[in-house]
């Protein structure tokens, strides 16, 4: 298992829009995504076994804050020719077996991870009611093997501190998992693979 970092994008970036395919066949963009008070967006995969990791909590997230005018959305970004266990026809059973809340988009091009310059999964994003960035990192510091409880400290956190019109927390730790699983060739130029 290699552990790549998020990249940390800036804060106060405005978040790259996008119109991607969900599991149910419609097509999603950021608007329909976004929420008034603001946008959890994340990139996850079905197959990398630190989403699995989190993935029950990335499910429970999304009930506990849509209802609370926090938009919720995830992408898969892998390239599903490497990877067939992310293919959007698995992305469809990943999304009911989980009981995702929030559309579970696919990146075909891979133009929207790297537009957020996504380099694992799970990586994650918080933007405010005018879409600017507030939060990237960790869901928390619960990892495969190491022990320490799934609870999403670090993003409802971050969620708690937005809705509360406070400014971003400024301890933010990077998320850790596996590399976006990039076609060959088309790697970013911020990935070190």
Known sequence: MVRTPSTMLPLGTAAPDFELPNVDGRMVSLAD??????TVVM???NHCPFVKHVADH?????????????????IS????????A????????EAEERGYVFPYLYDETQEV???????????FYLFDGDRKLVYRGQLDSSRPGNEIPVTGSDLRGAIET???????????KPSIGCNIKWKAGHEPPYFNA
Do not use: W
């Open 86 to 93: 992310d293919s959007p026809e698995q992305m469809i059973h």
């Open 33 to 38: 995504a976004s929420g008034p008070r603001g």
């Open 43 to 45: 990139f996850i995969c």
């Open 162 to 172: 937005l809705l509360a019109g406070r400014p971003p927390l400024a301890d933010q």
């Open 58 to 74: 990335l499910a429970a997230l999304g009930r506990d804050f849509l209802p609370r005018g926090v938009g919720v959305v995830a």
């Open 113 to 123: 991870a790297k537009d957020y310059h996504a380099a694992c999964t799970p990586d």
């Open 77 to 84: 970004s892998n390239d599903v020719a490497s990877h067939p």
